[in-house]
């Protein structure tokens, strides 16, 4: 009897744990979705720390100061949110086998790297994300965020330096294939990507 009482306080327990993280996770993304980046990170970061095994609140926390920074002009503010990432990334590395969601967020570190000073940062990291995402394909072929970032990416150099994108806009529109059929049932499994696809291939055939 002492037993069974256990085991019921124990799914209880469960139950309730389960209950806070999937409210804390909503109240992050709607902060994220409103534009509080700030108060999404600290959310983020608090279940974070609070989930010794789920990685996906660590991929957010870097997710949500990485796309910060490919806008933030402030240079002390984006030190602050690439090193948040980057502590996030290992963070998460170390919660699970290496999986292409998080080589993507790793390219996308690398990328703004880029971004802030291409013609130190272009020669210096430009291999190290192609390594990534040559990577994160093997892993996940069918990936929609690793091929539509990976086109995202060849875009931005094949722009740079003038060459034709019409092979790379085709990858776009292979994403978005891959995009419809992608599906993962694990409660916040990252699901993004696909609007920014379909804009990226309008921006194509413009």
Same mark, same amino acid.
């Given at each position: 009897?002492?037993?069974?009482?256990?085991?019921?306080?124990?799914?209880?327990?469960?139950?309730?744990?389960?209950?806070?993280?999937?409210?804390?996770?909503?109240?992050?993304?709607?902060?994220?979705?409103?534009?509080?980046?700030?108060?999404?990170?600290?959310?983020?970061?608090?279940?974070?720390?609070?989930?010794?095994?789920?990685?996906?609140?660590?991929? #957010?926390?870097?997710?949500? +100061?990485?796309?910060?920074?490919?806008?933030?002009?402030?240079?002390?503010?984006?030190?602050?949110?690439?090193?948040?990432?980057?502590?996030?990334?290992?963070?998460?590395?170390?919660?699970?086998?290496?999986?292409?969601?998080?080589?993507?967020?790793?390219?996308?570190? #690398?990328?703004?790297?880029?971004?802030?000073?291409?013609?130190? $940062?272009?020669?210096?990291?430009?291999?190290?994300?192609?390594?990534? #995402?040559?990577?994160?394909?093997?892993?996940?072929?069918? +990936?929609?965020?690793?091929?539509?970032?990976?086109?995202?990416?060849?875009?931005?150099?094949?722009?740079?330096?003038?060459?034709?994108?019409?092979?790379?806009?085709?990858?776009?529109?292979?994403?978005?294939?891959?995009?419809?059929?992608?599906? $993962?049932?694990?409660?916040?499994?990252? +699901?993004?990507?696909?609007?920014?696809?379909?804009?990226?291939?309008?921006?194509?055939? +413009?």
């Amino acid at each position: 009897m002492k037993t069974l009482i256990i085991l019921f306080l124990l799914t209880i327990s469960e139950a309730i744990s389960a209950q806070s993280y999937e409210e804390a996770m909503q109240k992050a993304m709607q902060n994220w979705q409103e534009g509080k980046v700030e108060t999404a990170s600290a959310i983020f970061e608090r279940i974070a720390a609070a989930e010794k095994e789920n990685w996906l609140p660590d991929y #957010y926390l870097g997710l949500v +100061n990485t796309t910060a920074a490919f806008s933030t002009n402030d240079q002390k503010m984006l030190e602050n949110q690439l090193k948040k990432a980057e502590t996030a990334l290992q963070s998460a590395l170390m919660k699970t086998d290496e999986n292409a969601e998080l080589l993507v967020l790793e390219a996308l570190i #690398y990328t703004v790297k880029i971004t802030q000073n291409p013609m130190v $940062n272009g020669q210096k990291y430009m291999p190290k994300i192609n390594e990534i #995402y040559a990577k994160a394909e093997k892993l996940e072929p069918k +990936n929609p965020r690793v091929k539509f970032e990976k086109a995202q990416f060849d875009l931005g150099g094949a722009k740079f330096f003038g060459k034709d994108t019409t092979p790379i806009c085709k990858e776009i529109k292979a994403s978005i294939v891959l995009f419809d059929e992608f599906k $993962n049932d694990t409660p916040f499994y990252p +699901n993004w990507g696909r609007e920014q696809a379909v804009k990226a291939l309008e921006d194509c055939k +413009n």
